[in-house]
């Protein structure tokens, strides 16, 4: 059974607000059963998570305590992602027919201060820095950088780009555009990564209405149906975020495994895609991800981003809406902002930075600790 996408919501990302989290899930909520024409009451379930905001299920206390049942979920930066994934197994079971997805956050300035025992490691990661996720991301790109030749200016040009598009995002936090040089001069964090190429903890809400396909049309004129929805996590030995090893040999990470597998549900390949988000938690890792999804081969990123291949007049649009580097990142919201932004564009209506020539096929890709990958490819 196929599932639609009828209702989508959302809240301006960034700080800051006076708003809790939950107050900018809510708005969101309210926005997507309005898309949709429906009313929280008539919601059967929901599914959706908050890292820094409280439990999602609470939302129900801001728009109204109905009985549903609500499935609380926490992955990481890949909790959007797992959350529609999990409203697509509700309705494909036959349960229930229209749901709500949720995701929301409002985190406290500076990175994240997580604890090596709350992802089962013992007290030495932390002591050599590696929870800290600015040094393990600069580790990470170093190495790729170092094994396909990629150059710090292809890092710049990624961020370059996210701000160019979030200057055209109403709802993104950083909406001025910023130069190659500035980008590349800005103060150094973790080499060879600068300030402007990572993205910073954010505040931020978006919801979704989901449906079985066949009452699609009650709720929308243009529904986005979901192809494929997958999601893995990670293998021993690959090199992946609070991984305390990595192999000598090359083993699969959590985001080739989980492309492969929705390219294999979908039935489609990535030449097929139109328009993608990936995870850009810091520039290298959109870069490296633009590989692990299949939409290029390892050191083909420096001639695309060279080449404009990735801007959105480019063969490959990636990160339409400006990412995370422009948006931020509210963990429980920001898989979903990227969902949002691909049934805009499947709608056309993504007004200034709406992609040409009637996009059918959207891509996204989420990767949150410890290792978790979610990968949805929507269809108009």
Not at 70 to 96: H, P, Q, V
Request: charged share 20%; glycine share 12%.
């Amino acid at each position: 059974m196929k599932v639609a996408i009828v209702g989508i919501g959302i809240q301006r990302f960034g700080l800051p607000t006076d708003l809790t989290g939950m107050e900018l899930g809510a708005r969101a909520a309210r926005l997507a059963l309005k898309d949709a024409g429906l009313e929280w009451k008539d919601v059967q379930f929901a599914c959706g998570g908050s890292y820094s905001s409280g439990n999602a299920e609470a939302i129900g206390n801001v728009l109204g305590l109905t009985g549903l049942p609500f499935t609380n979920i926490l992955n990481g930066c890949a909790t959007g992602g797992s959350s529609l994934l999990a409203a697509c197994k509700e309705i494909r079971s036959g349960d229930a027919d229209v749901g709500l997805v949720v995701g929301f956050d409002k985190h406290a300035r500076g990175a994240f201060n997580a604890s090596p025992s709350e992802y089962g490691l013992d007290d030495w990661y932390g002591e050599a820095g590696m929870m800290v996720t600015t040094q393990f991301f600069a580790a990470k790109i170093q190495k790729y950088m170092h094994d396909y030749g990629i150059s710090v200016d292809a890092l710049a040009r990624v961020a370059e780009k996210a701000y160019l598009n979030g200057a055209l995002n109403e709802c993104a936090w950083r909406r001025t555009p910023i130069a190659l040089e500035e980008i590349k001069s800005s103060q150094m964090v973790n080499d060879p990564l600068t300030k402007f190429m990572f993205c910073s903890p954010s505040a931020g809400g978006v919801a979704l209405v989901v449906c079985s396909a066949d009452r699609a049309r009650r709720y929308a004129d243009r529904p986005v149906f979901v192809r494929a929805a997958a999601m893995r996590s990670r293998l021993f030995g690959a090199f992946e975020v609070y991984g305390t090893c990595v192999s000598n040999d090359a083993v699969p990470n959590a985001s080739s495994q989980a492309s492969a597998a929705a390219y294999e549900s979908a039935g489609v390949g990535p030449e097929d895609i139109d328009v993608v988000q990936l995870q850009d938690t810091e520039a290298g890792a959109e870069i490296m991800h633009m590989a692990e999804n299949g939409f290029c081969a390892d050191g083909d990123q420096e001639r695309m981003l060279l080449e404009g291949e990735t801007r959105i007049a480019g063969r490959l649009p990636v990160n339409t809406d400006g990412g995370c580097l422009a948006n931020g990142e509210p963990i429980g919201a920001s898989g979903l902002r990227q969902i949002h932004e691909i049934v805009l564009q499947l709608r056309g209506q993504a007004g200034r930075r709406q992609v040409a020539g009637e996009p059918r096929l959207g891509y996204t890709h989420v990767y949150g600790a410890p290792g978790i990958s979610a990968v949805t490819i929507l269809e108009r």
